[in-house]
């Protein structure tokens, strides 16, 4: 295992064919220390991975079909999993399991699954990351949200994205609100009260949390993701707002993961822990 700093991190993508697992390959490919030994996907298995990700040259890795057989035959050290919230767990359990660390960028997992994950590497002496958002500028709008909210107690998000998107919220508008509720408990108190607010079209004023924010899922093709959190106070409104233009935006945060991770340990949620 490749944990001295100078070694070679041996790196797997799961989810290989998708729009991130493409991206991934070819950021594995072209980062100096890492080295993609395994790839795997349902969808255009026994293609060679560099290929199927649109690059010219063959990097003779090919995509496979089976994560188990796979993990058993390429050994990584970190595999990187951008596929759909119903295989999620399954793949980051196997994963583990194999001793290998798990880097999650796929969003939709339950707190039962993240669970299940933190017993998991915490038998295996491994780690894990489940980062809803891997672009440096919306981790820092996470920031800079949690950093506002103790000032404004009326806040609400709004994210935006393509419309091939399977979860709503976003993973990063949850963990968003999460943050933002760590400073400020209870957002709105001087609004209409719930019970009296009458939604003409159900579904109107969004999803609501326990901290009283109202989310709103926007979902249209042409967009990637974006989110925007908008506080409102006296005579005066702020608004945050982060936008990935392109599916590389969250390369080197996927990079910055795998190679971190290696000396980690146990659960970590959030890229910023382990920036
Ligand atoms: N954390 C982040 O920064 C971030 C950024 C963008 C997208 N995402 C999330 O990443 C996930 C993937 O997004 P996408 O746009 O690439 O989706 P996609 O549908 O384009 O790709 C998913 C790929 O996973 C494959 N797949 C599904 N189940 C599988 C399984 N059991 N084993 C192997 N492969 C399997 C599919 O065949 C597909 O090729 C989504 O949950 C999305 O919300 C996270």
């Known amino acids: 295992m490749a944990v001295d700093g100078n070694s070679v991190v041996r790196v797997g993508v ?18 100096d220390g890492l080295e993609l030994v395994m790839a ?26 089976d994560l188990q057989t796979a993990l058993q035959n390429k050994r990584p050290d970190v595999v990187v999993d951008f ?9 980051a359990l196997a994963v583990i399991r194999s001793g290998a660390r798990s880097v999650i960028g796929t969003t939709g997992l339950s707190a039962e699954g993240m669970s299940q994950l933190e017993q998991a590497v915490a038998q295996h002496k491994t780690a894990a990351l489940i980062a809803p958002n891997f672009a440096i500028g919306a981790v820092l709008l996470m920031r800079f949200a949690q950093e506002a909210s103790r000032y404004f107690d009326h806040a609400e ?15 990063t508008a949850l963990r968003t609100a999460e943050l933002m509720a760590e400073a400020q408990p209870k957002f709105g108190k001087t609004n209409v009260a719930s019970d009296k607010e009458k939604e003409i079209l159900a579904g109107s004023r969004g999803g609501t949390t326990e901290s009283n924010l109202h989310i709103h899922s926007v979902r249209l093709p042409g967009l ?15 608004t945050i707002r982060h936008d990935s233009l392109d599916r590389t935006s969250f390369m080197p945060g996927v990079a910055l993961a795998v190679r ?4 980690a340990q146990g659960l970590i949620y959030g890229l910023e822990n382990l920036m």
Do not use: W, Y
Request: hydrophobic fraction near 45%; charged fraction near 15%; glycine fraction near 12%.
């Open 14 to 31: 799961c989810g290989a064919s998708g729009r991130m697992g493409k991206e991934v390959v070819k950021t594995i490919l072209a980062e």
């Open 224 to 238: 990637v993701a974006h989110q925007e959190v908008i506080f409102g106070g006296l005579g005066q409104t702020l």
């Open 83 to 91: 596929t759909a919230p119903s295989a999620v767990l399954g793949n």
């Open 157 to 171: 998000i709004i994210e935006l994205h393509h419309n091939q998107k399977l979860d709503a919220p976003s993973g």
């Open 260 to 263: 971190n991770i290696i000396h």
């Open 40 to 65: 795997v996907d349902t969808h255009n298995a026994g293609m060679d991975a560099a290929l199927n990700a649109g690059l010219a040259e063959p990097c003779q890795v090919s995509v496979e079909a």
